[in-house]
């Protein structure tokens, strides 16, 4: 999801320099990832009155405005400098829109019959990337609902480490790093957390793979 990092380090290097051209390239190339970052992160209630790319346009204010310091420190990627600004301009959203907001409550998970060959989530990736019909396009859509309505009844440890592997395309060294444990104790986390989004999803134990 996150662009190349060696361009990323070209950009950079020129930022440095005082290159102003740069330092535009460097930041709007991450706005799209940013974008779905901070969505998958958005309380579905708050999602209805708010757009992602608000909180991603300040995002990208504050980070433009502190690059000089992270250019004089750069002790982690650029990508997770960007979006420790992000998850932090979200709670500050989600703090000053919950006083303001009913409560809504979450939907209840599809309890939707597990399909005989496949699991719904490996449907849906094959979906991803396809031209699709009418029809599957329908289906795509209900499989996302189903997605984002299972992920809602998850733990936050759960739904923050699905959306860094799968939604962020994150590796287990980069997921644990930023959850601050092991890749052992990260790929653990990984493994019963897709367990469990699988059980909401309403999917036996053999549909796992």
């Given at each position: 999801?996150?662009?190349?990092?060696?361009?990323?380090?070209?950009?950079?290097?020129?930022?440095?320099?005082?290159?102003?051209?740069?330092?535009?390239?460097?930041?709007?190339?991450?706005?799209?990832?940013?974008?779905?970052?901070?969505?998958?992160?958005?309380?579905?209630?708050?999602?209805?009155?708010?757009?992602?790319?608000?909180?991603v346009?300040?995002?990208?204010?504050?980070?433009?405005?502190?690059?000089?310091?992270?250019?004089?420190?750069?002790?982690?990627?650029?990508?997770?400098?960007?979006?420790?600004?992000?998850?932090d301009?979200?709670?500050?959203?989600?703090?000053?829109?919950?006083?303001?907001?009913?409560?809504?409550?979450?939907?209840?998970?599809?309890?939707?019959?597990p399909?005989?060959?496949?699991s719904?989530?490996?449907?849906?990736?094959?979906?991803?990337?396809?031209?699709?019909?009418?029809?599957?396009?329908?289906?795509?859509?209900?499989?996302?609902?189903?997605?984002?309505?299972?992920?809602?009844?998850?733990?936050?440890?759960?739904?923050?480490?699905?959306?860094?592997?799968?939604?962020?395309?994150?590796?287990?060294?980069?997921?644990?790093?930023?959850?601050?444990?092991?890749?052992?104790?990260?790929?653990?986390?990984?493994?019963r957390?897709?367990?469990?989004?699988?059980?909401?999803?309403?999917e036996?134990?053999?549909?796992?793979?």
């Amino acid at each position: 999801m996150w662009p190349d990092s060696e361009t990323t380090q070209h950009l950079l290097l020129q930022a440095d320099g005082g290159d102003g051209q740069a330092v535009d390239a460097l930041i709007e190339r991450h706005r799209q990832a940013l974008r779905r970052m901070i969505a998958a992160r958005m309380d579905r209630g708050m999602a209805h009155r708010i757009d992602a790319s608000d909180i991603v346009q300040e995002t990208l204010i504050e980070a433009h405005r502190r690059l000089r310091d992270y250019l004089e420190d750069g002790s982690m990627p650029f990508h997770v400098w960007l979006r420790q600004i992000a998850k932090d301009r979200l709670i500050d959203a989600h703090r000053r829109h919950r006083a303001q907001r009913r409560d809504v409550g979450r939907e209840q998970a599809l309890a939707a019959a597990p399909r005989a060959d496949q699991s719904s989530l490996d449907l849906a990736a094959q979906l991803c990337d396809m031209e699709l019909t009418p029809a599957a396009q329908t289906l795509q859509h209900e499989l996302e609902q189903r997605f984002w309505t299972a992920l809602d009844t998850l733990e936050e440890p759960d739904r923050e480490i699905i959306l860094m592997r799968h939604q962020e395309q994150l590796g287990n060294a980069e997921a644990a790093d930023l959850l601050q444990l092991s890749a052992a104790a990260a790929g653990m986390r990984y493994l019963r957390a897709i367990r469990r989004l699988r059980a909401a999803l309403g999917e036996s134990p053999s549909q796992n793979g």
